[in-house]
């Protein structure tokens, strides 16, 4: 573990290199279904300045079935910020309170400026289309649970699924799993693809990627299926929409013929993306997938306050 | 306490035969008072999809003052339901963070729903006019504590006073006090009267109720006396909410008369129905009920976690 | 530190006399830094009918790194206030669920109220325009720590500035220095320039102060400035709130020529009132006053529940 010794934030996937994120995996391993009082008298402080149960209240239980404790608030409503105050200031002040903090924040980079005001450890709950580096920790943990092959160098096959442009969180997965021998499939509407930049960072890596619109016939070489919400406001023609939505629909169907330790993974909330009848497949993964989030939050809280 | 083996949610009191509710009572009693760490490592979760001071408070308190810890979220625009997750997933994701869930929500059978996708205990804490099944406990635990005799089959006389069209409270408690030897005064203006549903159970449980509108000479043959919340917009028409909530307002002149051990209740907040001047009285038992949650409320909890 | 023998609440600084004052003070100083087990089993219930970041987040820091424990809300719209309940009735229902409680209100005289009904004490977490008195005990503790010989006697000359006619915090600062060897000078625009009952209080305490316009040349003999933020919309006209916004902003060059051991303070959040550029002087003391609100408040819990 002696490559974590030098973390100090944690606010963006890219500043974790291989060896990093291995050791960070195999961290959270350890902290599987473990309850201590590590964290006995650390108290995190949760600055949410926008709403997102699933990852605020993955990290209160972390910090909780840890010994340690919680304060901030869920909603930038209640905050200073309403009255006109710098996050700056705001982060200067809330910092001097508390041992740690997790932030959320609708601008990109709200994060890396917070480290630099901060006190404290801080990490990036979410900023803005940027990043969410502890989602990208716990879905790399969900696929690396099933497949531990991946760590050691083995190949995997990657499809993403869906609203490949603005999804942050399949950016930062794909930018993540190039550090391993990852092949991609990129499967979204022509107004949904990913960006060029993302094309470009494949093709400098030398990685193996093919793009098409349809699910049909696309998952029977694929290991891992990560799909994503596909948001109406992203398209300006309902009908658009609603063509999209029917064709990007999972049923058990779909995954009909998958290979063997097939994995779907979605950072959810799923809408209608997946249908229901899949929750019961071995194949449905994104349950799984959303409780490792206690686990994976254990282990970055630890490591930040020195407690692995 | 053998009865209370098998149950694993607190979802409707309709669940709950009589011996249960019995041992119940007589578990909140050990609970008075109590502070200690039976709860120490635990975490609940509160998921309140609609606000609930008094309801989520005394839950709250209940789990610290046994050592337990709390996480959660006060009101549904924190939550992942405004994208549009459905209830079951939220359950699904939520139960694994946490060892006990208390969920207040809107629509009626959000409580049923979600014990089947929780992967733990799950309390209601109000789903829409449904149930609320540990307010009833708690009105329970008050008028047992003062009327004891009423556990070993003695008779008492029960009025229900105000709405009693849509009061969940009143239907719940009516229905739990059948289990026992009571008889029932229904006071209230017509157009809130009980609902036929529950006459006819009353007439199919052959117990005794007598239905009258007004309050004078109504409570002089009386034990406890259960007032509730009249709310203007149940009223089509100002003129008659004014002339109701007038005649329906108590004051120490209502409670002149009434018999030795006389209780009033409230589920609180009162509005206008009982006039300040009335805290003073011994008959005045409604603050001691709200009290009386977190006895009860710690007793519920402990018994699902298996800690009683 | 007999003289806080008697003290059951928190509710203006009006209630505390000079020997009280000094004895909180140096109270303080042994809650600097300090993490214990001291208030475990104590529970704190934050009622915040308005928002406050500073002030909820502080105190449940000082209650949790000593051991106790938070429950509440942070804003009116989750609380049964918005049902039509009573102050006086959601107290005294509050108060059998805690051990303590801190209000913040927009009424004035909320928090008095407030101790009337209370089973447990009240901290008043700042009642509407009245008064917010730890935000006063810290305020005092930061000028005590860098000017302790205020305690002894000694003189210190405190320039207010801004908004003296609305600011909440400069009333009760200036109230609480008169116990002290302390003059005055008071900056701010003829709009807002301190109310006559507190210039009367002045003069027949015989506390000498001076009054003016401008900065400028007004901070060479000043120990200590008190700068607070002047709102838009205390002026009808925006031409004039620019022009007095533009003559109170401070920089590094209005801080030249200060005296040896000047601090500039400010309640914060500050919006323009402060250029950032001050934040690295050694005059800037506002952080640093903020953080100064743990080992206060940390103090007030602890002696209110008996823990000193």
Do not use: W
Not at 11 to 18: A, E, G, M, P, V
Not at 204 to 225: F, G, M, P, T
Not at 262 to 276: G, N, V
Not at 289 to 296: D, E, F, K, L
């Amino acid at each position: 573990m002696d490559s974590l010794k030098s973390i100090q934030h944690i606010i963006s996937i890219k500043d974790f290199n291989r060896q990093q994120i291995v050791d960070i995996l195999e961290l959270a391993i350890r902290f599987e279904n473990l309850r201590d009082d590590r964290l006995k008298g650390c108290v995190l402080g949760t600055l949410f300045f926008e709403p997102s149960t699933r990852t605020r209240l993955s990290f209160e239980a972390a910090m909780l079935q840890l010994g340690g404790k919680v304060l901030g608030f869920a909603d930038a409503s209640v905050s200073s910020a309403k009255k006109g105050e710098s996050l700056a200031d705001g982060i200067r002040v809330s910092s001097s309170y508390v041992d740690i903090l997790v932030l959320r924040h609708p601008l990109d980079g709200a994060a890396r400026l917070a480290s630099e005001h901060s006190s404290v450890p801080v990490i990036n709950g979410g900023d803005g289309a940027n990043q969410h580096p502890t989602q990208t920790f716990l879905d790399l943990y969900t696929i690396t649970k099933s497949h531990p092959e991946l760590l050691k160098g083995e190949p995997l096959k990657v499809a993403m699924l869906g609203d490949l442009r603005y999804g942050r969180t399949v950016h930062s997965l794909i930018r993540a799993l190039t550090h391993f021998n990852v092949s991609f499939r990129l499967i979204s509407p022509e107004s949904l693809k990913l960006p060029d930049t993302y094309i470009d960072f494949l093709d400098r890596e030398n990685i193996e990627y093919d793009a098409c619109q349809k699910i049909d016939d696309a998952l029977e070489d694929v290991d891992v299926l990560y799909a994503t919400r596909i948001q109406e406001e992203r398209f300006p023609d309902p009908v658009e929409y609603n063509r999209v939505k029917k064709a990007y629909h999972l049923t058990p169907d779909t995954l009909k013929g998958v290979r063997e330790g097939f994995q779907l993974l979605h950072p959810l909330p799923r809408i209608q993306e997946i249908s229901p009848k899949v929750d019961a497949l071995p194949q449905a993964a994104y349950f799984g997938q959303a409780s490792n989030g206690v686990p994976v939050r254990k282990a970055l809280l630890s490591l930040l306050l020195g407690k692995i």
